[in-house]
């Protein structure tokens, strides 16, 4: 693989010519708009400068018309802005961009369109109130002498439901929806478009193996149509399993690219983090003692059409995983537990002693339950202010006198979390909307770690955050469980739920069905959605 | 969108003390302004820097000024408040009609009651009823307002007490009473708004309720919390006026929920919640109120100002907008 070191634009050209080139240096040639392939997307040292940080650094890369692109880096290494810059959505500092050979016109989503991008966001931009047919036609509706054909457009989303093997109701309202169906949402949005340059920012990070599966057959069937697809992610696995070139980036500049066969896991991640780093792997956890007395006990927890008598236990610093597809109830557990479904119902003894059961946070907090959401930025984090306020903000208590805050308390407590979480410490006066998915969602940890809860529930702790930072927040869960903290974690990304948890509830269809226990022998993928499939 | 900055940072690092950075010039563009219009002020108008025109200015904009006050924390509570001029006739009516009868403290004490029953209804609207803001507070403030004109048989209420006018137009060490009122409710409300618990979870409440609620914020009684303060607000500003003019009358509230409103978004607070400062508010209201006072001097037509205001309310706010824009 060559290495592009080289940040200035011009200069750089050459040298990421390599793009459509194998490893051997000197295959300049090879490649170049000449190429017996036509070119999707030609970029030419394209920056972003936002304040005083430079996210893109002269970026050029070309990218072969009906080939599925995969672009991969760490959290913050520009990836995702380039994307942007390709999509029309983010106007560059400096460089050109040209599509099938035309120059493109920067900030500007419909000219975009009109060059045949369509782009799908890793933030959804599904509209709540419409129902999902609307969705999916949004902004391109099927129109008959100006008047919508609600016909047709149902015909066509029943096909897309099809093939796509989804089951959502044309009509039900988009923000009733799942996260992930709404996201199969935005997917079928950028499908039925019929864009030559389909692009994806993370499009697998809320769903599960079966949707993602469905996911790649339609995306082998478009490339087979001859449509370009660009996407970012940061499931490896899926990289190698879906894309036929590879572009690594790094701190802004490309650190690598070529085709899929050059690539394996170590050499992905050696060329985005720039050295060796040990595959997440399952931690052995001291067991936790038989005669230990439960911490939690729920039992019959109902959330009317979302699960059903589901019961767990939970001991002090035990962690339990929730296994499970999308859509299994798992988030709805936890949402119980945590006060935030006014109508859910059960009974709760912690410690022995028996609560009433919470129906708003406040109650779940006074009794020590603190839950870290599933989507940081619309439920986790006010991203209007600085880290160190979101930090303290479930308990200001203990950063006030008498009801007034006093910063020097803030800085300091809030500098003790990070340093617990491996947040930077310069970084705590910074805005939470300019951070980093990593970053945003360490300090969303340190914000219910500041409220000391003896019960924590984690969803999706790891959604779209680069694998340095996966490391760290799944270090400090355990760290949390050594120090006596119960804790719950739900993920869809099932080998994370195995390499954190001692025991794992598998629920399906809003029911517990199956308790694995990791104390003896580890479990596997395999075992989880057996269970969670219902076979026998 | 580094306005939150000046809302919440109260330090700021060296690297943005740099006095003449684009930055600091964006991010107090409204200061600028303001500096900008004094100098122009001041050619047009020499004498808008004699104390006594400054003490007029002050003391004529300090009814809509403690209005705009309570109106800044329910804005960055993420709501609005139309009926603050319903609450204001309200208070001017209540409080010269009970002057007489419940004694002048007696009859403050009753404005401060019935601005408060005020306040808790529109809390109760807006977060039981769940009716959005605008609307709810635009049906009550017909109601309020409506409810003014019953109790005073929409005749001018002239109280007999020979102080009335004391609040108005009285003075403690040789400024007017209206002004210290202004000075302490701004300075309380900075505080509290800035450094206190309560004022941190409201701009949490306006930036992200769902995050604020996961908090333990009891997010529906710090939104009613925000109406009740600028109802109370209201009915004292109410109370301020009928005292100086020495008469409280129905029709007394007139465009002062506009008038506030434009105050506090002139400063940079956005409509959008979360974000935003009083020192803003205090900004926002010194502009209109230095341009209504040469305005006046130059004896324009009332017409014409409301068309000058009108036109720097929409100026004022694109420019923050661009302002942002240029900041990201």
């Known amino acids: 693989m060559n290495r592009n070191t080289d940040h200035s634009g011009a200069a750089s050209y050459g040298a990421s010519l390599m793009f459509d080139v194998n490893t051997a240096a000197g295959a300049v040639a090879s490649a170049g708009p000449s190429a017996s392939s036509p070119l999707a997307l030609r970029a030419d040292g394209v920056q972003m400068r936002y304040g005083g940080t430079m996210a893109l650094k002269g970026v050029s890369l070309e990218a072969k018309a009906g080939n599925i692109h995969a672009l991969i880096g760490e959290n913050g290494a520009g990836k995702s802005t380039f994307l942007g810059v390709i999509a029309g959505r983010v106007v560059p500092s400096a460089g050109n961009v040209s599509i099938f050979g035309q120059p493109h016109v920067f900030g500007q989503p419909r000219q975009a369109r009109r060059l045949g991008i369509t782009a799908i966001y890793q933030e959804l931009t599904i509209v709540p109130r419409l129902s999902a047919v609307a969705n999916v036609f949004l902004g391109q509706p099927i129109s008959r002498s100006g008047m919508l054909d609600e016909k047709s457009m149902r015909r066509d989303f029943d096909t897309l439901c099809e093939r796509l093997d989804v089951r959502i109701r044309p009509d039900v309202l988009a923000g009733t929806l799942s996260v992930a169906d709404q996201q199969m949402l935005e997917i079928m949005r950028g499908i039925q478009s019929e864009a030559r340059l389909l692009l994806f920012d993370e499009p697998t990070t809320s769903l599960a193996p079966p949707e993602r599966e469905a996911l790649f057959k339609i995306m082998r069937q478009l490339k087979d149509h001859g449509t370009t697809m660009m996407f970012v992610s940061h499931n490896l696995e899926e990289v190698l399993d879906i894309s036929d070139t590879v572009t690594v980036f790094r701190d802004g500049s490309l650190s690598a690219s070529g085709d899929r066969s050059d690539w394996d896991k170590p050499s992905l991640i050696r060329a985005m983090v720039g050295h060796d780093v040990v595959e997440n792997r399952r931690v052995e956890r001291p067991p936790v003692p038989a005669g230990m007395p439960f911490l939690l006990q729920a039992d019959k927890v109902t959330v009317p059409g979302a699960i059903e008598n589901v019961s767990i236990t939970l001991k002090r610093g035990e962690i339990l995983g929730i296994g499970g597809l999308v859509g299994s109830g798992r988030t709805s557990l936890l949402r119980a537990l945590a006060g935030l479904e006014p109508r859910s119902t059960g009974t709760l003894v912690i410690n022995g002693e028996a609560c009433p059961w919470p129906n708003d946070p406040r109650r779940a907090l006074g009794a020590g339950i603190a839950l870290v959401p599933e989507d940081r930025k619309a439920q986790g984090l006010v991203l209007g202010m600085r880290a160190m306020d979101n930090v303290v903000m479930a308990d200001m208590k203990q950063v006030s006198r008498m009801g007034f805050l006093s910063n020097t308390m803030i800085r300091e407590k809030s500098r003790k979390i990070a340093r617990e979480f491996g947040y930077p410490e310069t970084r705590l006066e910074t805005i939470v909307r300019h951070l980093s998915g990593g970053n945003q969602q360490k300090v969303l940890l340190g914000k219910v770690r500041f409220c000391s809860p003896s019960i924590l529930l984690v969803d999706e702790p790891t959604r779209g955050i680069d694998i340095g930072a996966k490391d760290e927040i799944m270090n400090t869960l355990r760290a949390l469980a050594d120090e006596g903290v119960g804790i719950i974690v739900v993920s869809s990304d099932l080998e994370e739920v195995i390499a954190i948890s001692d025991r794992i509830v598998v629920m399906s269809e809003g029911q517990a069905v199956a308790e694995l226990d990791q104390s003896r022998s580890t479990v596997a993928v395999g075992d989880i959605l057996h269970a969670a499939f219902r076979v026998h | ?328």
């Open chain 2, 1 to 328: 969108m580094n306005a939150q900055n000046s809302a919440i940072n109260v330090s700021t690092t060296p690297k943005e003390m740099r006095f003449f950075s684009r930055d600091v010039m964006l991010q107090y563009g409204v200061l600028w302004a303001f500096l900008l219009l004094l100098i122009v002020s001041a050619f047009l108008y020499p004498r808008v820097f004699e104390l006594q025109n400054i003490q007029n200015i002050l003391s004529q904009s300090a009814p809509v000024g403690i209005v705009a006050v309570g109106m800044t924390f329910v804005i960055i509570g993420g709501g609005f408040d139309l009926s603050v001029a319903a609450i204001f006739a309200l208070g001017a009516v209540v409080f010269a009609n009970r002057a007489d009868v419940f004694g002048l403290w007696g009859a403050a004490a009753a404005v401060v009651t019935v601005s408060a029953i005020c306040g808790i209804i529109n809390g109760l609207i807006v977060t039981r009823l769940k009716v959005n803001a605008f609307v709810a507070t635009l049906g009550s403030g017909s109601v309020f307002g409506g409810l003014a004109y019953i109790y005073s048989n929409s005749a001018p209420q002239v109280p007999n007490d020979f102080n009335f006018g004391d609040l108005g137009t009285g003075s403690w060490f040789g400024w007017p009473i209206s002004i210290w009122m202004l000075f302490i409710t701004f300075a309380v409300g900075a505080a509290i708004l800035s450094r206190s618990v309560y004022g941190r979870s409201i701009y949490a409440l306006g930036g992200n309720e769902e995050a604020a609620r996961l908090s333990g914020i009891p997010v529906d009684l710090y939104r009613a919390s925000t109406y009740v303060l600028t109802a109370i607000c209201s009915g004292v500003g109410g109370m301020i006026l009928s005292s100086r003019l020495g008469v409280g009358q129905a029709d007394m509230g007139g465009s002062l929920a506009l008038d506030a409103i434009a105050i506090v978004v002139i400063g940079g607070t956005s409509l959008l919640g979360g974000e935003g400062a009083l020192w803003r508010t205090a900004v926002g209201l010194l502009i209109i109120a230095t341009l209504t006072n040469v305005f006046d001097s130059l004896a324009i037509n009332t017409n014409y100002q409301l068309v000058a205001k009108g036109l720097i309310v929409i100026a004022a706010v694109a420019l923050d907008i661009y302002a942002r824009k240029m900041r990201t």
